[in-house]
């Protein structure tokens, strides 16, 4: 296996083959795991700041089209509303059969966690952050990093869940993103038989889509 300039697995190798790791649901724990990965031509800050940006996700995510959110911290200026915070609590509306776009299944969410190479975090266990745990890229200052978790009806019913995303900055290449989410608790019994590879398709699909938004913004701003 080999490493890149920001201490993490080389795509071609992530994820690890032992299964990758959340802070809510840790690999002991999971009962299924899915994830999705894509380079994109496009500067990290910008990436970071589409996946930020609920508001716009109508224009760029077919898995997921609208968002709704329901509070965020009260040091949150109201011009930020349509941003996701550390705490936000919101509602992801997604479509899991594309060829149904009008079923919507409402999952709802709070922001575990957000960590930029400006502000890093400690949130991620430093264990995690290990040359033998290779699930999360360990150069804070190469890394936007945010994680979200369920809360609600699901989480009642016995779910636990943790998704993260990572955009990690390539310099001059661009950046690569690396989204995975882990599912725990005997609902995910449920969930990974019923929709684990639709999971799978979905995930990718939000990576494939977040990289064409992003390189055809980045063209737009320099024209």
Not at 13 to 21: A, E, Q
Not at 38 to 51: C, G, K, M, N
Not at 54 to 61: E, F, L, Q, T
Not at 189 to 216: P, S
Request: with cysteine; glycine share 4%; proline share 5%.
């Amino acid at each position: 296996m080999s490493l890149d300039q920001t201490g993490s697995l080389l795509s071609s190798t992530w994820p690890p083959s032992d299964g990758i790791t959340t802070t809510v649901v840790p690999r002991s724990s999971a009962v299924f795991t899915v994830h999705g990965s894509t380079r994109i031509a496009a500067p990290a800050s910008l990436v970071w700041q589409i996946v930020l940006n609920v508001a716009d996700y109508p224009k760029w995510n077919t898995f997921c089209p609208r968002a709704t959110i329901h509070s965020q911290p009260q040091n949150v200026a109201p011009t930020e509303n349509h941003i996701l915070h550390k705490d936000t609590s919101f509602t992801f509306h997604v479509v899991m059969d594309s060829s149904k776009p009008s079923n919507i299944t409402d999952a709802q969410q709070r922001v575990t966690d957000v960590s930029t190479p400006e502000k890093p975090s400690d949130y991620v266990f430093s264990e995690n952050l290990s040359p033998r745990d290779t699930s999360f890229t360990r150069d804070l200052t190469k890394v936007y990093r945010i994680s979200w978790s369920t809360e609600g009806g699901f989480a009642s019913r016995g779910l636990k869940t943790e998704r993260f995303h990572e955009i990690i900055d390539l310099g001059e290449h661009g950046c690569e993103v690396r989204t995975w989410e882990s599912q725990g608790g005997l609902l995910a019994r449920v969930v990974k038989y019923l929709y684990k590879d639709v999971l799978m398709t979905k995930f990718q699909q939000w990576c494939d889509e977040l990289k064409k938004e992003a390189e055809k913004e980045d063209k737009n701003r320099q024209k």
